[in-house]
């Protein structure tokens, strides 16, 4: 049973569409897409993701994400960006606002094109070495969910990390826990 079920996921997996799509920009292996040129190996990527250093679920994936990257001995692969930062300036990133960074996840590939929400976790997750996990969310039956489930939480996220009230006018800025200083 648990034969068939397995033979039935994977010449599901293998016959993507074009592995989802040319904008989904996910990597594939070269076995599921042979028309896709891009690939798991171990090429230099430049992938830069742009997180919120203030959401607490962001960097706990985030860490774990570097984590992985680490292990992996492939640091550097991707560029962790904190869009919290004083400095951070969107014009260095394909002109993603601060503001388009904190509505959803946002990540820039290796050949310089941006993927907002769902799409740009798979290319995030590809990047790490977790392709198969990028390949599940954007397996036709799995991505409806998948957006969905993603809409609501970019929707909610300052509300459920407890951070609605200092991110109703412009920045967030972190709590204090006392009186600010002058």
């Known amino acids: 049973m648990f034969s068939k079920v397995r033979t039935c996921l994977i010449?599901?997996?293998v016959r993507l569409p074009g592995c989802v799509n040319s904008n989904a920009a996910i990597r594939a292996t070269p076995?599921?897409?042979?028309?896709?040129?891009r690939n798991f190996s171990s090429e230099s990527a430049d992938?830069?993701?742009?997180?919120?250093?203030?959401?607490?679920?962001?960097?706990?994936?985030?860490r774990f994400l570097q984590f992985l990257e680490k292990e992996r001995n492939q640091p550097g692969k991707v560029d962790f960006i904190d869009i919290s930062l004083p400095g951070y300036d969107g014009a260095k990133y394909k002109n993603i606002s601060y503001e388009m960074a904190m509505e959803e996840m946002h990540v820039i590939d290796e050949k310089d094109e941006v993927h907002r929400g769902v799409p740009a976790f798979a290319v995030m997750y590809g990047a790490v070495g977790l392709g198969w996990v990028a390949r599940i969310m954007m397996w036709p039956p799995v991505r409806p969910f998948m957006d969905k489930s993603?809409?609501?939480?970019?929707r909610n996220r300052l509300k459920w990390t407890?951070?609605?009230?200092?991110?109703t006018a412009g920045r967030c800025e972190k709590k204090t826990d006392g009186p600010q200083k002058k």
């Open 11 to 13: 010449s599901g997996l």
């Open 150 to 154: 993603y809409a609501i939480f970019a």
């Open 162 to 167: 407890g951070r609605g009230q200092e991110c």
């Open 31 to 37: 076995a599921l897409c042979k028309h896709q040129h």
């Open 47 to 62: 992938v830069k993701v742009l997180y919120d250093g203030l959401c607490p679920i962001c960097v706990t994936e985030i």
